[in-house]
């Protein structure tokens, strides 16, 4: 079975920094292109950054870059955002999730990992 | 970055009801577009992806069309599983965007 388990969500005060992290199983990570999607409380879903097979593309929306970065460890199966330089309207539920590469629709998707920035 | 608008943004239907669900690109993305659902407290899923392909696993009451800058999501008869909220997603260009989403509730 296909499965992505987001971690490392919590909170964290503005300007602070977290590491997500996204275990990947089922399924030949390093073949697939992988993805951060977030979803404000209350709110729609916003894409944040994609990383191609081998991290040769990488791409952030312009909301956080600067200061997020995205990584993945294929001997290892996961896929990591770094976060930094946190803001409020950064709290949001974040979402890792699958596609092919040169196909940009998601799936599957994690159940989804809550990070909260608050003083 | 390419806008999406969905249309409505909710509205409600009743069981057995036939809905469409409208989004619209700002600019043309041939049919670089994908559907999703997703209900309260769980992960978005998956429902159609090249603006008319059904995932697997998918219901067959869900349809998609649409090329250029309209596209639609038609559920043929609502069933009672269906009452979520449904978003589409350019993936023509970066940034990928969603739209706003669209909420279907139970009339």
């Known amino acids: 079975e296909v499965q992505l388990v987001e971690s490392g969500g919590g909170l964290v005060k503005p300007g602070g920094s977290l590491r997500l992290s996204c275990a990947a199983s089922?399924?030949?990570?390093?073949?697939?292109?992988m993805n951060w999607v977030r979803q404000a409380p209350g709110k729609g879903l916003e894409w944040v950054s994609s990383?191609?097979?081998?991290?040769?593309?990488?791409y952030y929306a312009d909301s956080v870059k600067g200061r997020f970065t995205i990584s993945r460890d294929n001997a290892k199966n996961s896929l990591y955002l770094q976060m930094n330089s946190l803001r409020a309207e950064d709290t949001a539920v974040y979402y890792c999730?699958?596609?092919?590469?040169?196909?940009?629709?998601?799936?599957?998707w994690g159940q989804g990992t809550l990070v909260t920035v608050s003083s | 970055a390419i806008r999406m608008t969905q249309s409505p943004s909710s509205f409600s239907a009743s069981t057995g009801d036939r809905v469409t669900i409208t989004c619209r690109a700002s600019?043309?993305?041939?049919?670089?577009l994908a559907w999703y659902q997703q209900k309260p407290g769980k992960a978005p899923k998956l429902l159609i992806y090249?603006?008319?392909t059904l995932q697997s696993g998918v219901p067959s009451r869900f349809s998609g069309s649409g090329s250029g800058t309209d596209f639609t999501l038609t559920i043929s008869c609502l069933q009672s599983e269906d009452f979520a909220t449904y978003y589409c997603?350019?993936?023509?260009?970066?940034?990928?965007?969603f739209g706003q989403g669209t909420r279907l509730e139970i009339k």
């Open positions: 999730a699958r596609s092919n590469s040169g196909s940009y629709w998601f799936d599957p």
């Open positions: 990383i191609s097979s081998s991290s040769s593309y990488i």
């Open positions: 089922g399924f030949t990570f390093s073949s697939y292109s």
């Open positions: 600019q043309g993305i041939s049919s670089y």
């Open positions: 090249a603006a008319s």
């Open positions: 997603q350019q993936y023509y260009s970066y940034p990928i965007t």
